[in-house]
């Protein structure tokens, strides 16, 4: 189980490096977007340690972050935005304790904010016994912003992880029509394929990814793993039997 706890905050850095770099959720564009999912606005001087905990975060300053969100909550403690990042600050530090307080709290103050009930449904998913809570966690962000990008990925994952192949695909496909190729949107099909026995299109989908991103190590022992699969060698082997080199014909046996 803690391998399996481990794999999981791995996929989970990984996903959440690429949103943080190019979904609009992160550092560099939260301010202006994740406001207006807050009904309380922070003061001058939260906002400040707010936007200096997102940069300590993109710079994997955990700890520092951390600091920075508490400050803010401290001085805007009726914002639910404050306690989200404040939330994503532990998370990133594998404080799953605390990371839940925060996104809960978020949600106390305002029922209705969905970046917090993506991050807890994220957060739910790392446990298999809580995978029910992460997906209704996650239906409901998707009620107040059905485009959001990070929670049909998220979504997808958890599905995934429930072994609903169709539901996790129509996820990822949907998420593939907004924002394009990524390496680790194909490494999750990949993986929901394998998870089914679509050993072949899996391992497509895993090759995929390392053309996108030829370091992603998961996606290399992924693909290393269906390419020195015995049944496929077995296959192979059969194949090259059936078809030798030399068609070898029947002797005719001399006219009389």
């Given at each position: 189980?803690?391998?399996?706890?481990?794999?999981?905050?791995?996929?989970?850095?990984?996903?959440?490096?690429?949103?943080?770099?190019?979904?609009g959720?992160?550092?560099?564009?939260?301010?202006?977007?994740?406001?207006?999912?807050?009904?309380?606005?922070?003061?001058?001087?939260?906002?400040e340690?707010?936007?200096?905990?997102?940069?300590?975060?993109?710079?994997?300053?955990?700890?520092?972050?951390?600091?920075?969100?508490?400050?803010?909550?401290?001085?805007?403690?009726?914002?639910?935005?404050?306690?989200?990042?404040?939330?994503?600050?532990?998370?990133?530090?594998?404080?799953?304790?605390?990371?839940?307080?925060?996104?809960?709290?978020?949600?106390?103050?305002?029922?209705?904010?969905?970046?917090?009930?993506?991050?807890?449904?994220?957060?739910?998913s790392?446990?298999?016994?809580?995978?029910?809570?992460?997906?209704?966690?996650?239906?409901?962000?998707?009620?107040?912003?059905?485009?959001?990008?990070?929670g049909?990925?998220?979504?997808g994952?958890v599905?995934?992880?429930?072994?609903?192949?169709?539901?996790?695909?129509?996820?990822?496909?949907?998420?593939?029509?907004?924002?394009?190729?990524?390496?680790?949107?194909?490494?999750?099909?990949g993986?929901?394929?394998?998870?089914?026995?679509?050993?072949?299109?899996?391992?497509?989908?895993?090759?995929?990814?390392?053309?996108?991103?030829?370091?992603?190590?998961?996606?290399?022992?992924?693909?290393?793993?269906?390419?020195?699969?015995?049944?496929?060698?077995?296959?192979?082997k059969?194949?090259?039997?059936?078809?030798?080199?030399?068609?070898?014909?029947?002797?005719k046996?001399?006219?009389?």
């Open positions: 189980m803690i391998v399996k706890q481990k794999a999981c905050w791995g996929i989970w850095f990984l996903a959440l490096t690429l949103i943080l770099a190019g979904w959720c992160g550092p560099s564009s939260a301010p202006s977007k994740t406001e207006k999912a807050s009904k309380v606005s922070l003061s001058p001087q939260a906002k340690h707010l936007h200096q905990g997102q940069k300590l975060l993109a710079e994997k300053k955990f700890a520092e972050a951390v600091k920075e969100f508490q400050e803010a909550t401290r001085l805007s403690p009726d914002s639910a935005l404050a306690y989200y990042w404040l939330g994503r600050g532990y998370f990133y530090r594998q404080d799953k304790e605390q990371a839940e307080k925060a996104f809960q709290q978020a949600l106390q103050l305002d029922p209705k904010h969905y970046l917090s009930m993506i991050s807890l449904g994220r957060l739910y790392l446990d298999l016994k809580k995978l029910d809570q992460a997906e209704k966690l996650l239906l409901q962000a998707l009620d107040e912003s059905p485009d959001n990008l990070e049909r990925f998220v979504l994952v599905y995934g992880l429930k072994r609903n192949k169709q539901k996790a695909l129509n996820e990822f496909n949907f998420t593939f029509a907004k924002e394009g190729e990524l390496a680790l949107y194909h490494f999750e099909i993986r929901i394929l394998e998870s089914t026995g679509d050993k072949k299109p899996a391992l497509a989908h895993y090759r995929r990814a390392l053309v996108l991103n030829p370091k992603l190590a998961v996606a290399q022992e992924a693909a290393k793993r269906l390419e020195a699969d015995p049944g496929k060698k077995a296959a192979s059969a194949q090259s039997v059936r078809k030798p080199g030399k068609t070898q014909r029947p002797e046996k001399p006219a009389s």
